[in-house]
């Protein structure tokens, strides 16, 4: 199986649990690859489900997991780092030079202070029973709700200084592949 490497430009789709599309982003370069993908994109074209387009406002540094059922974006804006937002979501998976995964729904946005809510529960219980999610999912996306919250409160990866600064510092090294 082939995996993106350090400068390769990739696309991002995310679906729903029945196979509809979602929401794209339609540039992102890579920053690495080891363990867990990250990646990185810039006031980047995002395409909704409905075909509705809009530019992303500033950097978002992406970590996408092989495992975890969650994904992670450091949200920077014009004064620096701004937050962290974090999906529920199915692992990923690369195909044809596009990252791909499952949206459910729920949202953790935290600040740097370890102050963090959730979002969408009333679209992930109105998508959980119309799109019947099968007790493994389910008990994946609890795993992945209690592993996020704790992470948060003892301020460990992604929740960390050093995870944001190492992210916007690999960026610098790329942006120009990306910006290009």
Sequence with gaps: MD???PGDILRIESYKHDGTL????????VLDGSDSLLLANKDVEVMEADGRRWISEGLAVCQFHRKHWFNTILLFGSEGFHRYYCNIASPYRYENGKLVYIDYDLDLIADKHGYYRWMDTDEFEKNRCRMN????VLDRVEEAVSELER??????H???????QAGYYLFLTYAKQLMG
């Excluded at 992604?158 to 944001?164: I, L, N, S, Y």
């Design 3 to 5: 995996f993106p490497k």
């Design 22 to 29: 979602h929401r794209t982003w339609k540039r992102s370069v």
């Design 133 to 136: 999610y099968p007790i493994e």
């Design 158 to 164: 992604p929740f960390h200084p050093d995870f944001v």
């Design 151 to 156: 992470r948060v409160r003892t301020c460990t």
